[in-house]
């Protein structure tokens, strides 16, 4: 899989969406549905926050940019994980707007082969302007078999 791009479309912001505002009931529920059973993140009140990983539910309009190498336009790819960068903690009331940026594109040969891999940061801030997370989603794309 040939990996021609411009790396000027890396790091560039192609969406930006903006959702909220948070809801104590939706971080509880959150909370609840993975086990937690801290107060912190499970008891309505002025400590209540946003369970660390609830960032990963924000995401803009937009996945992927469109100018995405065309190699990669076509092709399936599947999650290959996340990274989290956490910020400020979410709390109820909080509206988060989400930037999206084209962060890396790299490839790599495993034990199956080569891949390449896309990494879309999705950056989210309160309506204060607080850094809240930067979640840098990787997926993975496998050349096409011959024929």
């Known amino acids: 899989m040939s990996l021609d791009f411009d790396p000027s479309i890396l790091g560039s912001e ?12 939706d971080l509880i529920a959150f909370a609840k549905a993975l086990g937690e059973t801290s107060p912190r993140y499970t008891q309505p009140g002025p ?9 990963v539910r924000f995401k803009g309009q937009k996945f992927f940019p469109d100018n995405l190498p065309e190699s990669l336009k076509t092709r399936m790819s599947f999650d290959a994980g996340k990274d989290l960068e956490l910020g400020a903690p979410i709390r109820p009331g909080d509206t988060i707007t989400v930037r999206s940026t084209l962060h890396e594109i790299y490839e790599k040969t495993g034990r199956s082969g080569s891949m390449v891999f896309v990494v879309v940061r999705f ?8 850094l809240l997370a930067k979640v840098d989603n990787r997926l993975m794309y496998r050349p096409e078999a011959a024929s």
């Not at 400590?47 to 960032?55: G, M």
């Not at 950056?123 to 607080?130: H, I, K, M, V």
């Open 14 to 25: 192609f969406d930006r969406a903006t959702e909220g505002p948070v809801s104590a009931d």
């Open 47 to 55: 400590d209540l926050v946003a369970h660390p990983t609830y960032c």
């Open 123 to 130: 950056t989210l801030a309160n309506q204060r302007g607080e």
